[in-house]
C-alpha cells in the first residue's frame, strides 16, 4: 500500500494561500489521491480527490504532477476556521476492499 | 445527501459491560468502515464491510465484535474493554470497495470511555 509524507505543522495567516504537498513514491497505477480535513473531536471530512494533472472544486484545488509521485492541497485565502489537520491519503486497494491508511497529516494553524 | 449518523456520541461503560456503538447510512453505499482514533493521532482502519460481508479485519481484539445487519445498519458490539480502548470510533461508508476512487465519508464519531 503507498505510504504517504507530509509536514507534520504549517502556519499561515488569514487571507493567504496555502500548499500542502504530499509524497506518495510508491502510488500504484490505479490508486486515486484523496485530502481530508479534520477538526478536534469531528470526523474527518472530505475535501478533494484527484488522480491526475488538477482538480479543483469550491474549497480547494489539488494539484498532481504527471509521475503522480506527489500530489499539492492548495487553499486560497485561508481563515482561522481553516485550522484544522490535514490528511493525504492514497489508493488502499486490497483484495479485501479499500484499505484506505490515514498518515501522520498536517496541523494547520491560521493566524489572524 | 452525503451523510452518516452515528449513536451515541459519547459512551462511558465499565470494562465489565456490554455496549453497542451504531452507525447508519442511506446513500445506497455498499461498504462500510470503522476506525478508531486515539487523541491526536490519525485514525487505524479496524473493519471493512463489503456488500454486508466482512472483508478485512485487521487484527482487532475479539472484544470488538463488528456486525452489519443490512446495507444501510454498521454495529460494533463491546463487551470487556480495557481503559486503553478509550477512543473515538469513527464509522465511515463508500459506494464500493472495488475502486480507489470512490470517496469514504465519515460519521462525526463516538467518544467511548472505558472506565
Known amino acids: 500500500l503507498a505510504k504517504t509524507t507530509q509536514p507534520i505543522s504549517m502556519d499561515s495567516y488569514e487571507g493567504q494561500e496555502v500548499n500542502i504537498t504530499c509524497s506518495h513514491n510508491?502510488?500504484?497505477?490505479?490508486?486515486?489521491i484523496t485530502w481530508y480535513q479534520q477538526f478536534p473531536s469531528q470526523g474527518p471530512r472530505f475535501i478533494i480527490q484527484?488522480?491526475?494533472t488538477k482538480v479543483t472544486n469550491e474549497v480547494a484545488s489539488l494539484f498532481i504532477p504527471a509521475d503522480r509521485k506527489s500530489s499539492t492541497l492548495s487553499l486560497p485565502r485561508v481563515s482561522l476556521s481553516d485550522t484544522a489537520v490535514y490528511y493525504c491519503?492514497?489508493?488502499?486497494?486490497?483484495?479485501?476492499?479499500?484499505?484506505?491508511?490515514f498518515g501522520t497529516g498536517t496541523q494547520l494553524k491560521v493566524e489572524l | 445527501d452525503t451523510e452518516v449518523t452515528q449513536t451515541p456520541k459519547h459512551l462511558v461503560m465499565g470494562m465489565t459491560n456490554k455496549k453497542s456503538l451504531k452507525c447508519e447510512q442511506h446513500?445506497?453505499?455498499?461498504?462500510m468502515y470503522w476506525y478508531k482514533q486515539k487523541a491526536k493521532k490519525p485514525p487505524e482502519l479496524m473493519f471493512v464491510?463489503?456488500?454486508?460481508?466482512?472483508?478485512i479485519n485487521e487484527s482487532v481484539p475479539s472484544r470488538f465484535s463488528p456486525e452489519c445487519p443490512n446495507s444501510s445498519l454498521l454495529n460494533l458490539h463491546l463487551h470487556a474493554l480495557q481503559p486503553e480502548d478509550s477512543a473515538l470510533y469513527l464509522c465511515?461508508?463508500?459506494?464500493?470497495?472495488?475502486?480507489?476512487?470512490?470517496?469514504?465519508?465519515f460519521g462525526e464519531g463516538s467518544w467511548l470511555t472505558v472506565v
Open positions: 465511515a461508508s463508500s459506494l464500493q470497495t472495488g475502486h480507489s476512487g470512490n470517496t469514504i465519508y
Open positions: 510508491n502510488i500504484a497505477t490505479n490508486d486515486y
Open positions: 484527484g488522480y491526475k
Open positions: 491519503l492514497v489508493g488502499g486497494l486490497t483484495g479485501g476492499g479499500n484499505k484506505l491508511t
Open positions: 446513500m445506497g453505499h455498499r461498504a
Open positions: 464491510y463489503s456488500y454486508e460481508k466482512l472483508s
